[in-house]
């Protein structure tokens, strides 16, 4: 499941869940568009928080469009 899904389907905003993993809103919103790839010890926090619905294989599944 891809972050953006998880955090809308559980109504859970950007900066509660940034809190949570211990980042910033902004990075959480660069994770969940796409835009940036979460670190390791990030990745590992968004696995343990989301109960491993969201795991560092959901951030590899990108849409190539051309």
């Known amino acids: 499941m891809k972050l953006a ?7 859970i905003s950007q900066a509660e869940f940034a809190q949570a993993i211990g980042a910033s809103q902004v990075a959480v919103s660069r994770y969940a568009t796409g835009r940036r790839m979460p670190r390791r010890d990030h990745l590992l926090k968004i696995r343990d928080v989301t109960d491993g619905a969201v795991s560092a294989d959901d951030f590899l599944e990108t849409e190539v469009t051309e």
């Not at 899904?5 to 109504?11: D, V, W």
Request: proline share 0%; glycine share 0%.
């Open 5 to 11: 899904e998880y955090l809308a389907a559980n109504k």
